[in-house]
């Protein structure tokens, strides 16, 4: 039992370390009109700590499934491609923003709405885990 509590402990310091070395700032979720079933969400993730973060992916409770997006042109047409993983370099930041690297939130039940705050979940390679509060804007506020 004694160990049990050891290895609790050991792990909750590597989660509690791995939040504290994560930074989310100028973070929004796009609100879109009703009946459209995916959105984006934009922020700058600052990597405070002294090793390299990566970033693998997120998750909020409003879609079915999110994932790391880029946008790239391919033969003058912009597309977006799946990105598996993103490292953020120790006392770096990666920025996600429209026409680049974004998280979609796809296969919305509802679209949040403009003032709303969507609960995201930040997922990295060690495992660990941050959870933001990511306010809603709407599209005409950009």
Request: aromatic share 4%.
């Amino acid at each position: 039992m004694k160990l049990f509590f050891t290895a609790l402990l050991v792990f909750l310091q590597v989660a509690v370390t791995a939040k504290a070395d994560i930074l989310v700032e100028d973070a929004w979720v796009r609100s879109l009109p009703p009946g459209v079933v995916n959105t984006s969400a934009y922020m700058t993730i600052r990597n405070t700590g002294e090793s390299a973060v990566e970033l693998t992916g997120a998750s909020t409770d409003v879609a079915g499934m999110t994932m790391l997006h880029n946008t790239v042109s391919h033969d003058g047409m912009m597309h977006m491609e799946h990105v598996d993983s993103i490292s953020i370099a120790p006392h770096g930041e990666l920025l996600l923003q429209s026409g680049g690297l974004h998280l979609m939130l796809m296969n919305l039940q509802t679209m949040p709405a403009p003032g709303a705050e969507v609960s995201l979940t930040l997922e990295f390679a060690d495992g660990a885990s941050a959870v933001f509060l990511i306010p809603v804007r709407s599209v005409l506020d950009e």
